[in-house]
C-alpha cells in the first residue's frame, strides 16, 4: 500500500467535502412559505392558485402519502446579493433522502402567471432567480412514498392508497434563497473530475500520482478560511491537469442525455404524467444554461401527456424538437414489453409511436430504444426494420445472472435472418452520472476492442425520472479529452450509430432471441393484468376485421377514433412494468379496471360491425375471425352455426372416459388425466404410468425481485394436487374440485366430438402467498427441443442443459401454444391468458424418457403488491395430439378466437382469403390515412418458403405492398384483372394495401 497517497487521498477528500463544497454557497436566508394541502388528487396550476393556504415553516411535516402540497414562496432579495457574477437561487429540501432520485418526494416550480420554471428531486434541487429583487414561485410538491426502500422484496403498504395510511411522510427541512459561487463551483468540479480518473487508475500509474500532486498542491493554496478568494489559484494550478489529452487510443464516449421514466412502476400512471413535466422542465432549463447540452427521449406517449396535460411545455419542447436538441428516440408508443405483446401490438407499439412522432414534429426516429426491457422476442428484429428502423439500443441482458452477451456492437438476426445493428452500453448502465468509473468501466468491458472504439452512455436520473444535471453535464465537460479518462462527447444517438457502423465494417451476428437471464416471473406475475392484454389484443383483431369488411361493403363506417383510442391504452399497458406484473397494486388495479371496460366497448364495436353484415333474419350465424378455419366455418369468415356435439364422460371401471371421434381421454378416480390416446393409431400422448393436467404449487421465494424472480431453488419444494374434494359430470364435462392451503381449483373437462384436444378450464381461487401455481403435463415423445409460439412465428427451444446457456433457460416465454415432438407423433399445450412454461426432459420409473410440459398459472409473490393475484381466475388451457406445428397453431388460435353465434340473414364471405397452409392472416383494418385502403397484414407461420394466392372479395382496383407503417414499399402492384400471387419466405411479414371502392 502507497500510504503516501493515501494520505493524500484521505486529505483532498475531507479538504473537498469539509471546505470546498460547503463554500460553494456564499450564503443563505429562508423565504416566506405558505402551504396547501391538496385534499384529494393532484389539481391544475389555476385551481392551486385559489387553494387555501395556511402559513407553513421549516421543520414542519407535510402531505400523506400520494398526497400534494402546494407551497407559496415569496421574499426579497437582500441588498447586495448577486451584484457581481454570482448567481441567485432558491434551494429546497422537501425532506429529501440520500436514495437516488426520482423515488420519493419531488415537486415542480411555477411562476405566479402558471409558466414552469424547473423542478426539484432530491439530487437537483435548486431554481434559478429570474428577477434579482424578488422572490414569487409556487410549488407543486408530490409526497411519493419510497415504495421500494433500501430492498425490493419487503412488503409494503405504501403500494395502494387505500392502505398506504394519511399521517405526512416527509418534513420540510428548508426553502432558502442561495448565493452561489461560480468560481468555487467550478472548482470543485475540477477536483471532482480529477479525483474520478485517479480513483480509476492503478496505484503505481504515473498520471495517478500527478494527479494527485496537483490536488494536493491546490489544497495548499486554496485557504480553507478564505475559499471564495483563493479559489481562482486552485483551478490555476489545476488547469495543466486538466489540459492534458487523453491518449489517441482512448476509448470514445457518446454521452447522451437521457431520464429513462417508468411509465408505471412504483407509482401510478398519473404520476408519471407529473414525472414526465418535471423532468423535461429540468431539460429545457438546463438547454438554457448549456449550449451543448443534447437530450433523447423515447416514448410518444410520453410526449403526448405533454401535450395534453402541460401545453405551454410541450411548445417548449416542440421548439428544441425543430433544433435538433430534445431528440425523439425509439419510435414506440411505449418502452414495451416484446416478450407478451402480440405480433401485431408490437407492429402497433410503431405504427402509432412514429405517427405521433411525425405528425408532431415532422422527424421519424430510426433508433428503437429499449434499455431496460425484459429479454428479446427473436421476432422483433423483422418488426423493427419493416417499421423503418436502423438500429437498436439496449442495457438490460448485463443482468444476465451466468452467461455475459459476448457483444456490444453487433448484428442481430431474427427468426426469419432479418438483421439489425443493435449496441449495449458497455458500461451497463442507462442512468450514468458520467463517473470515472462509469467511463473507465465502458472502456474495459467494451467487447470489440481492436475493431470499433465507440461506445454510446445514455446519461441522468432515470427510473423515477429526473434527468441529467448541470454537474453531469460539468463532468462531460471536463473529460471531453482528458488524459486517463476516455474521451466525451455529448451528441446524439444517430450520431453515435453512423459513426459506430462506420468503424465496425463486420460486425458479430447474434441470432434468435436475446434471453434474460432473470426476471423470469414476469411471464407469470399479475395474471389478471395478462388476461386483460390477451383478450384485448384479440378483441381488437375482432373489432378491426368486422368493421373493415362492413365497411368495405358499405354497410357502416370505419369506427377510426375509437379504435386508434383503444389501441393507444392497450399499448400503454403493455409498458414492461405493466404487462409484466412488476409495478404496485395501484398500477395493476387500474390496469385490470381499464382492460374491462375497453373489453366492453371492444364488444360493441364487434356486435355493430356483425349485425350490420348479417342483416336481419333468424338463421344461426357463427362469426369466425381467426385465420383458420374453426368447426366447419372459413378463416376470418362466417357460415351457419352447426351446434357442437360433446363427448360426454362415461364411467369407466373407477374413473371415466370421454371419447371422441379423433381422440379419446381416459381419467383416473381422483379426478386426474392418465391417457389421451390417438383413435387413429392407438398411441397414447402420456407415458404410462405418468399423468397429465396436474396442478403443482411450488414454494416461491426469490432472492430478490419478488415479482420479477423466478429462481431455480423452486423446483426443490412442489405439492402435487392428487386428492380431489369433489367429482362430478356436469353438463357433459367432467369436473373436479381440489384444495391447497387457503385456496380451492376447479377443473372442467370437456371433449369436442370432432376435435383433436381435450379442453381445461381452471378456476382458481387464489389465496397464497409466496405460492406458485403450475399446470403440468407429461407427454410420451423424445423430444430434443420444445417449440413455442411467438410473434409471427415460433422459436424451437433446447429441453436438454448442454450448456450453461441452456441451463439458464429454464423458464421461458410462449404465446398461444407450445408444441413437443418426434418424427411421427407430438403434442401441444394452448392457452388463452399464460406465458410462463418450462418444458424439461424427465425419465418414468423403469428409466424411459418422457417430456414435461408446465404452464405457469399464477404466482403470489410480495413485493411491489403483497397482495398480488389473491384473487378468482378463470385460465384455459388445451392438450391435444398433432404431430405437426400447424395444428398447435390453429388450435392457440381457436382457443383465443372462439366462435361468435348472433341471429341474421345471412353469413357474409370472407373479405380476404388466403389458399396456403402456413401463410395466415394476422390483421385487416382500414389504413391509418383514412382514405379508406384496405390493410391486410400476413405471415408465414411454419417457417418454410410458400407460395400463396390473396383473394379479396371486395370491388378493389389496385393492390400493392407497404412496410409496416403503411408506405409503399418498392414492390408490383397487382390489378383486378390477374390474382395477387406472391411467394412468402420463412417466417416473412408482408403488409398489403388495397384500394377499394366501397
Not at 327 to 332: K, T
Not at 660 to 675: K, Q
Not at 704 to 724: G, P, T
Amino acid at each position: 500500500m502507497d500510504h503516501k497517497a493515501t494520505a493524500a487521498e484521505m486529505r483532498i477528500e475531507r479538504f473537498t467535502r469539509e471546505r470546498i463544497l460547503p463554500a460553494v454557497k456564499r450564503r443563505s436566508t429562508p423565504l416566506a412559505i405558505e402551504a396547501w394541502d391538496v385534499p384529494g388528487e393532484p389539481v391544475s396550476f389555476n385551481e392551486a392558485r385559489g387553494g387555501e393556504y395556511r402559513p407553513f415553516s421549516a421543520g414542519m411535516p407535510w402531505s400523506r402519502p400520494w398526497g400534494t402540497t402546494w407551497f407559496h414562496v415569496t421574499g426579497e432579495v437582500p441588498k447586495g446579493w448577486g451584484d457581481d457574477d454570482a448567481s441567485l437561487e432558491i434551494h429546497v429540501d422537501l425532506g429529501f433522502t440520500d436514495r437516488q432520485a426520482g423515488f420519493q418526494a419531488e415537486g415542480l416550480v411555477y411562476r405566479p402567471d402558471g409558466s414552469i420554471i424547473k423542478a426539484l428531486e432530491p439530487l437537483n434541487a435548486y431554481v434559478p432567480l429570474e428577477a434579482h429583487c424578488s422572490v414569487d414561485v409556487y410549488i407543486e410538491a408530490a409526497s411519493n412514498p419510497d415504495v421500494g426502500g433500501n430492498y425490493f422484496y419487503l412488503p409494503t403498504h405504501l403500494g395502494d392508497p387505500e392502505t398506504a395510511g394519511n399521517e405526512p411522510i416527509y418534513t420540510l427541512r428548508r426553502i432558502d434563497l442561495v448565493e452561489r459561487d461560480p468560481t468555487v463551483w467550478r472548482l470543485y468540479h475540477d477536483v471532482c473530475a480529477l479525483v474520478g480518473v485517479a480513483d480509476q487508475l492503478e496505484t503505481s500509474a504515473p498520471r495517478r500520482a500527478a494527479i494527485l500532486g496537483a490536488l494536493e498542491r491546490m489544497c495548499d493554496e486554496v485557504d480553507p478560511q478564505n475559499v471564495a478568494g483563493t479559489a481562482a489559484a486552485g483551478r490555476e494550478l489545476l488547469s495543466s491537469s486538466l489540459a492534458s489529452p487523453a491518449s489517441a487510443s482512448s476509448h470514445h464516449v457518446v454521452a447522451v442525455g437521457h431520464a429513462h421514466i417508468d411509465s408505471a412502476w412504483l407509482w401510478p400512471v398519473r404520476e408519471t404524467i407529473r414525472k414526465c413535466a418535471r423532468t423535461f422542465s429540468n431539460v429545457l432549463q438546463l438547454m438554457d444554461e448549456a449550449p451543448e447540452f443534447v437530450f433523447a427521449c423515447s416514448s410518444a406517449q410520453q410526449f403526448d401527456w405533454m401535450r395534453r396535460y402541460y401545453p405551454q411545455l410541450f411548445e417548449q419542447i416542440r421548439e428544441r424538437v425543430a433544433e435538433g436538441r430534445f431528440i425523439p428516440v425509439g419510435g414506440m408508443w411505449v418502452e414495451s414489453d416484446i416478450n407478451m405483446p402480440g405480433g401485431e401490438a408490437l407492429v402497433r407499439q410503431f405504427l402509432r409511436g412514429k405517427g405521433f412522432f411525425q405528425r408532431e414534429f415532422g422527424i421519424e426516429p430510426t433508433e428503437v430504444w429499449l434499455p431496460d426491457t425484459f429479454g428479446y422476442t427473436a421476432a422483433f428484429p423483422q418488426i423493427a426494420k419493416l417499421a423503418g428502423n436502423d438500429f437498436m439500443l439496449t442495457q438490460k441482458l448485463s443482468w444476465n445472472e451466468v452467461n455475459p452477451m459476448p457483444h456490444h456492437t453487433f448484428l442481430w438476426e431474427g427468426i426469419d435472418g432479418t438483421q439489425i445493428f443493435t449496441h449495449f452500453p458497455p458500461a451497463d448502465t442507462y442512468n450514468s452520472d458520467l463517473s470515472g468509473e462509469d467511463l473507465t468501466r465502458a472502456e474495459r468491458q467494451f467487447s470489440e476492442k481492436g475493431e470499433s472504439n465507440i461506445s454510446l452512455l445514455p446519461f441522468g436520473f432515470g427510473d423515477g425520472g429526473g434527468g441529467p444535471t448541470r454537474e453531469m453535464v460539468e463532468a462531460a465537460d471536463r473529460k471531453r479529452n482528458l488524459e486517463g479518462s476516455p474521451t466525451v462527447e455529448i451528441s446524439s444517438p444517430l450520431r453515435f450509430f453512423k459513426e459506430a457502423e462506420r468503424q465496425l465494417s463486420t460486425p458479430s451476428v447474434w441470432s434468435g432471441e436475446m434471453y434474460l437471464e432473470l426476471h423470469r416471473g414476469t411471464y407469470t406475475s399479475q395474471a389478471g393484468t395478462k388476461s386483460g392484454n390477451r383478450r384485448n389484443e384479440h378483441l381488437l383483431r375482432e373489432a378491426e376485421l368486422w368493421s373493415a369488411t362492413a365497411a368495405v361493403r358499405g354497410v357502416i363506417e370505419y369506427p377510426y377514433d375509437e379504435l386508434n383510442e383503444i389501441w393507444e391504452r392497450v399499448l400503454l399497458l403493455q409498458f414492461h412494468d405493466i404487462l409484466p406484473g412488476s409495478s404496485i397494486a395501484w398500477v395493476h388495479r387500474e390496469a385490470e379496471s381499464d382492460h374491462a371496460e375497453m373489453s366492453q366497448r371492444l364488444e360493441e364495436i364487434i356486435a355493430r360491425a356483425q349485425r350490420a353484415l348479417a342483416g336481419r333474419g333468424a338463421k344461426r350465424i357463427a362469426f369466425n375471425a381467426a385465420p383458420v378455419a374453426h368447426h366447419d366455418v372459413p378463416a376470418s369468415g362466417a357460415a351457419l352455426n352447426i351446434p357442437k356435439q360433446f363427448a360426454a364422460p362415461i364411467v369407466d371401471g373407477e374413473g371415466w372416459t370421454m371419447r371422441g371421434d379423433r381422440i379419446e381421454a381416459r381419467f383416473n378416480s381422483a379426478g386426474i388425466l392418465v391417457s389421451l390416446i390417438d383413435r387413429r393409431t392407438g398411441r397414447d400422448a402420456v407415458p404410462s404410468g405418468q399423468e397429465a393436467a396436474v396442478l403443482q404449487v411450488f414454494r416461491d421465494t426469490p432472492n430478490q425481485w419478488d415479482a420479477w424472480d423466478i429462481d431455480v431453488h423452486y423446483r426443490n419444494n412442489k405439492a402435487e394436487l392428487r386428492q380431489a374434494d369433489d367429482t362430478c359430470v356436469d353438463d357433459e364435462a367432467l369436473v373436479v374440485t381440489r384444495s391447497f392451503g387457503s385456496s380451492t381449483m376447479t377443473q372442467r373437462f370437456s371433449l369436442s366430438q370432432e376435435a383433436t384436444e381435450i379442453d381445461i378450464e381452471t378456476r382458481v381461487d387464489w389465496r397464497e402467498q409466496e405460492k406458485m401455481l403450475k399446470l403440468a403435463f407429461a407427454v410420451d415423445v423424445l423430444a430434443d427441443h420444445a417449440t413455442s409460439e411467438i410473434q409471427f412465428g415460433h422459436l424451437q427451444r433446447p429441453t436438454h442443459t448442454n450448456t450453461s446457456w441452456d441451463k439458464a433457460r429454464f423458464e421461458t416465454i410462449a404465446h398461444r401454444w407450445v408444441h413437443v415432438g418426434e418424427h411421427g407423433f407430438g403434442a401441444y399445450v394452448a392457452n388463452r391468458a399464460t406465458y410462463g412454461h418450462d418444458i424439461t426432459r424427465q425419465r418414468n420409473l423403469d428409466g424411459a424418457p418422457f417430456t414435461l410440459v408446465r404452464e405457469s398459472l399464477l404466482r403470489s409473490p410480495m413485493f411491489p403488491d403483497p397482495k398480488s393475484d389473491q384473487s378468482e381466475h378463470v385460465l384455459q388451457t388445451s392438450f391435444g395430439i398433432g404431430s405437426t406445428i400447424d395444428t398447435a397453431v390453429s388450435a392457440g388460435y381457436r382457443m383465443n378466437l372462439p366462435l361468435r353465434i348472433l341471429e341474421g340473414g345471412k353469413a357474409p364471405a370472407p373479405v380476404v382469403t388466403v389458399d396456403s397452409r402456413s401463410v395466415l392472416v394476422e390483421s385487416v383494418k382500414l389504413a391509418e390515412d383514412r382514405s379508406g385502403d384496405l390493410i391486410v397484414r400476413l405471415y408465414e407461420s411454419l417457417g418454410g418458403s410458400e407460395p400463396a394466392t390473396v383473394d379479396i372479395d371486395a370491388s378493389w382496383t389496385a393492390a400493392w405492398r407497404t412496410d409496416l407503417l403503411e408506405r409503399d414499399a418498392e414492390e408490383a402492384r397487382w390489378w383486378p384483372s390477374g390474382p395477387i400471387e406472391m411467394a412468402v419466405k420463412p417466417f416473412e411479414i408482408i403488409t398489403l394495401r388495397m384500394r377499394v371502392d366501397s
